[in-house]
């Protein structure tokens, strides 16, 4: 599985952003397809996750209320919109696939990685 993000940029604080997550290769209904994101100068931390097959989420503190993971299966396309953006939220964002639906918020145990997108939040 090859993954690929997109959709960075420059985003006014409270505005918003949609990130795309682009797979090739077979996902499988078991996958689960997660976002990190790693701040200058700190830890990849994990934003959220998707089960391919059943589409159930699960988001960090920081994340939820302002993010949704979704997924379009005939694009093979994950997406990550996040609404009302803080300067806290600038980071490079990645996402990453592992082939197990067990509950996982560990970035090391996700297996395929793509490479990352950047934005900035202005304040």
Known sequence: VQLQAFGGGLVQAGGS???????????????????????PGSEREFVGYIIWGSGHTYYSDSAKGRFTISRDNAKNTVYLQMNSLKPEDTAIYYCAARSNSVHMTVRERYNYWGQGTYFTVSS
């Open 17 to 39: 952003l949609r990130l795309s997550c682009a797979a090739s290769g077979r996902i499988f209904s078991h996958y689960t397809i997660g976002w990190f994101r790693q701040p």
